[in-house]
């Protein structure tokens, strides 16, 4: 399998092709007033969900090109302080998680990018891996937002 192929199923990956839902379909249409809501027997809401794929999408895609670039804390500044968004977040979450995830895609897509050696600033982590991590975040957390949907009856 060539670079182009590796690159292409990637890429594929994390638009969320493929055996999972894609993160436009989890997140369209949610109501507002269930957005904050942290449904019986779960730990988060919806907007946590939201706001945790698109903080912990940031840092992975600024930690794969920035070198100067610092991580949050961990764990809490990858979790937004509030169960429920701020009046306009919710849109502006989504529209940022959708812009951080096509700059990666055009990372891992750039046919100049080594996508096997290892970040110059990390710890052995190369392009290849940041990326095939961030498709695994995102798509377990996407299903988070399903189940807590399906719990909230807007499914």
Known sequence: ????????????????RGAHVP?????ADVPEHLRGVTP????????????HLRLA?????????????????????YWPD???PPAGAWQRSVDAFLTDRAA??????DPEADLYRPIPHGT???????????????????????LL????GCW
């Not at 993160?23 to 997140?27: L, M, R």
């Not at 999408?57 to 794969?64: G, N, P, R, T, Y």
């Not at 990666?104 to 897509?109: D, E, K, Q, T, Y």
């Not at 982590?125 to 299903?143: F, I, K, M, S």
């Open 1 to 16: 399998m060539g670079d182009e192929s590796v690159r292409q199923h990637a890429a594929n990956l994390l638009a969320g």
């Open 23 to 27: 993160f436009e379909q989890a997140v």
């Open 40 to 51: 019986a027997g779960a730990v988060s809401s919806l907007w946590q969900q939201l706001e």
């Open 57 to 77: 999408q940031c840092d992975i895609l600024e930690f794969s090109r920035d070198p100067g670039h610092v991580s949050p804390e961990y764990p809490g500044g």
């Open 82 to 84: 509030t169960a429920a």
């Open 104 to 109: 990666m895609v055009r990372l891992i897509s």
């Open 124 to 146: 052995g982590q190369t392009l290849l891996r940041e990326a095939l991590v961030l498709a695994d975040h995102n798509a377990y957390h996407v299903g988070q937002i399903v």
């Open 149 to 152: 949907r399906r719990l909230l």
